[in-house]
């Protein structure tokens, strides 16, 4: 299964824009690249994803590099409730296999 | 819309005993997914099915049975329950691409 490499932590203000980097070298042309979040003592929610292009929903914006070995996922204005950890997934739909990596805990400061 | 439900959400078992999770989603989704989180760490895949009447092991499936019966439930066993398998447990569903849904967990302790 393809990997993906997160940092462990990072830390934003209030009201600041957040770019949570994720590595992921050994991609495979087939795999989408997701985005899911896990608030404390909640089960992981979606937040984006994408496959070449970037994208933009109401949460996130997803940026991918051109040769798709990375990917950005951007909080434009973090708000206290964005404190969570984060979770970059490559999944590739036929393989039904969704596996969770470590992620990156975001904490937000006011 | 109920999306995925999760019974039950609290359950103290003995070491020995036997007990069944159900997962329950009302999206007509072909996947389904359990996954185990234990204190501080991340979610690890124990089994998923791509269909109804069909499973796969994940990261984790030592201990653990499941079955696909119908395409809204998916359900997973512990025969023989042990110390080891105290976790938040978690079942999702999806399409295969795109958003997974997310039960609000069940969680399980073993004494």
Not at chain 2, 41 to 58: Q, W
């Amino acid at each position: 299964d393809a990997k993906t490499t997160q940092p462990n932590s990072m830390e934003s203000n209030e009201e600041e824009p957040v770019h949570l980097p994720c590595n992921h070298s050994t991609i495979s042309g087939t795999d989408y690249i997701h985005w899911y979040r896990q608030l404390p003592s909640q089960g992981p929610e979606y937040v984006i994803h994408g496959l070449t292009s970037n994208v933009n929903n109401r949460m996130a914006s997803l940026a991918i590099a051109e040769d798709r070995k990375s990917s950005t996922l951007i909080l434009h204005r973090a708000t206290l409730r964005d404190a969570a950890v984060y979770y970059c997934i490559l999944h590739g739909g036929s393989q039904g296999n969704l596996i969770f990596g470590k992620g990156t805990k975001l904490s937000v400061k006011p | 819309n109920a999306g995925v439900t999760q019974t039950p959400k609290f359950r103290v078992l003995k070491t020995g005993q036997s007990m069944t999770l159900l997962c329950a989603q009302d999206m007509n989704h072909e996947y389904m997914y359990w996954y185990r989180q234990d204190p501080g760490m991340g979610l690890r895949l124990i089994h998923y099915s791509v269909g109804e009447g069909t499973t796969a092991k994940g990261e984790v499936p030592d201990g653990y049975n499941v079955s696909r019966l119908k395409k809204q439930n998916f359900l997973l066993g512990l025969e023989s329950a042990a110390p080891s398998q105290t976790s938040v447990y978690f079942c999702a569903s999806n399409r295969g691409i795109g958003e997974a849904f997310f039960g609000q967990g069940t969680r399980l302790t073993v004494v």
